[in-house]
């Protein structure tokens, strides 16, 4: 079955610096990827989207990408700020209609 | 309404006794999903609504969980029988779904179901 996977363990950064988030996907070629931030207690919020056909997108201080053949999408929050501390989901649409999410990665930023 | 709205936002339970959530989507909206929160874990497929097919219903974890939607409006998340794992936070979305489907998930703040 479509998998996600996410590094479970948390991302801790110093204010200022770029970070990294990894999502990589099995059993699946999904024509794009969404990439959503969770804060305690609330529902996620949708970040950015990305096809298949597009290598990179950026938004603001956020970037994308977007590796079919490695089945992998990173995901950049450059010049990160101690409210970008939150969890971040990566998501796919299946042939399914369903999205599938997973399990995120927690994102800390100090100050 | 302005946003997807859940309701109760928090429900404690007797092991055993059913329970009924609620989900209004953004008004317009076709498609209605339904998720699973438990702590520290990610987000688990339930079930997902869209228009007038058939529900993917292929989420659901037993016969205890069960779903309706009124056409393109008000959902509801019924679970019988609660046991103590179904304690988790149940999250509700909605989209527009474009001709490709890929437009984006619009999350409610979720209903935290706590059975005692």
């Known amino acids: 079955s479509q998998k996600i996977e996410q590094n479970s363990e948390a991302l801790n950064i110093q204010e200022g610096k770029t970070a990294t988030l990894t999502c990589n996907y099995t059993?699946?070629?999904?024509?794009?990827l969404q990439w959503y931030r969770q804060d305690p207690g609330r529902g996620p919020v949708f970040l950015l989207l990305?096809?298949?056909?597009?290598k990179e997108k950026r938004k603001e201080r956020l970037k994308v990408t977007f590796d079919t053949t490695l089945k992998q999408s990173l995901f950049h929050i450059t010049a990160s700020q101690p409210a970008d501390s939150a969890t971040y989901l990566c998501?796919?649409?299946?042939?399914?209609?369903?999205?599938?999410f997973g399990a995120g990665t927690r994102l800390f930023v100090k100050a | 309404g302005a946003g997807v709205s859940q309701s109760p936002s928090n429900k404690v339970t007797e092991k055993g006794k059913d329970v009924e959530l609620r989900c209004d989507p953004i008004?317009?909206?076709?498609?209605l999903y339904w998720y699973r929160q438990r702590l520290g874990q990610g987000l688990e497929f339930l079930i997902y609504?869209?228009?007038?097919?058939?529900?993917?219903k292929s989420g659901l974890p037993s016969d205890r969980f069960s779903a309706e939607r009124t056409g393109e409006s008000v959902s509801t998340l019924t679970i019988q029988r609660t046991q103590q794992e179904d304690s988790a936070v149940y999250l509700c979305?909605?989209?527009?779904?474009?001709?490709?489907?890929?437009?984006?998930?619009?999350f409610g703040q979720g209903t935290r179901l706590t059975v005692v």
């Open positions: 979305a909605s989209s527009l779904e474009g001709t490709r489907g890929n437009t984006e998930a619009f």
């Open positions: 059993n699946y070629s999904p024509a794009y």
């Open positions: 990305i096809r298949e056909n597009e």
């Open positions: 998501a796919f649409r299946t042939g399914g209609f369903k999205t599938i």
């Open positions: 008004s317009g909206h076709t498609a």
């Open positions: 609504f869209q228009g007038n097919s058939a529900p993917d």
